[in-house]
């Protein structure tokens, strides 16, 4: 079953705007990670924040985390067409380590 | 170095058939774990493997399907008698051990099942 929700489902920008995704799950986590699934194959990790943290970049890319609200943001600056694709958030319980994931965010960015 | 790989990429099957699907996890990653997507949706936890045995079995959906990882490396997903609603793509996964405390997942490319 799938962990909770991705909002928006679908986000349509151009080139050079940021989007926003948000991610709400239902249990609580020991770390939440974001990953990027072109063509609806394989998925790439973008970035992982644990439970004790609030924020993390990396390149484009800002996490926010938010555990009394269990949601979490994913940020990307100056979006380009390579970065169309779906977002997914996936979380886990820790020692479980299994992921469960969100339905996801279709992003897509024109020129 | 290279990372997971999955075979066969597309698989075509009659409902009511048997299929089997592997998966070759990176080098050095002791956990293992598959994973099913259906169209519009987000992967779905069937099974991790913790080396050679199955450490968490409860995502799979009936006793249709079972896994194997016999010699702690490559693994295969088995699915009896398959049915329609069995098409989705495959995934498998693998990781350093859950121990590190590190549980970055890093995904193969698929397999894409359809059952006729």
């Known amino acids: 079953s799938q962990q909770g929700e991705e909002d928006p489902q679908a986000l349509s920008i151009q080139e050079g705007e940021n989007a926003t995704m948000n991610c709400s799950y239902k249990?609580?986590?020991?770390?939440l990670q974001w990953y990027r699934q072109n063509s609806g194959r394989g998925l790439v990790h973008l970035i992982l924040?644990?439970?004790?943290?609030r924020e993390k970049h990396s390149g484009r890319l800002r996490v926010t985390l938010d555990t009394s609200k269990k949601s979490s943001s994913l940020l990307i600056t100056a979006s380009r067409a390579a970065d169309t694709a779906s977002y997914f958030c996936?979380?886990?319980?820790?020692?479980?380590?299994?992921?469960?994931f969100g339905t996801g965010t279709r992003l897509q960015v024109t020129l | 170095g290279a990372g997971v790989s999955q075979t066969p990429s597309n698989k075509v099957t009659e409902k009511g058939k048997y299929v089997e699907l592997r998966c070759d996890p990176i080098?050095?990653?002791?956990?293992l774990y598959w994973y099913r997507q259906s169209l519009g949706q987000g992967p779905e936890f069937l099974i991790y493997?913790?080396?050679?045995?199955?450490?968490?079995d409860s995502g799979l959906p009936n006793d249709r399907f079972f896994a194997v990882r016999p010699e702690g490396s490559v693994s295969t997903l088995k699915i009896q008698r398959t049915e329609r609603g069995d098409s989705a793509v495959y995934l498998c996964?693998?990781?350093?051990?859950?121990?590190?405390?590190?549980?970055?997942?890093?995904f193969g490319p698929g397999t894409r099942l359809t059952v006729l």
């Open positions: 493997f913790q080396g050679t045995g199955a450490a968490d």
């Open positions: 080098s050095g990653h002791t956990a």
């Open positions: 924040i644990r439970s004790n943290e």
């Open positions: 249990t609580s986590i020991n770390n």
């Open positions: 996964a693998s990781s350093l051990s859950p121990g590190t405390g590190i549980h970055t997942q890093y």
């Open positions: 996936a979380t886990d319980a820790g020692t479980a380590s299994k992921l469960t």
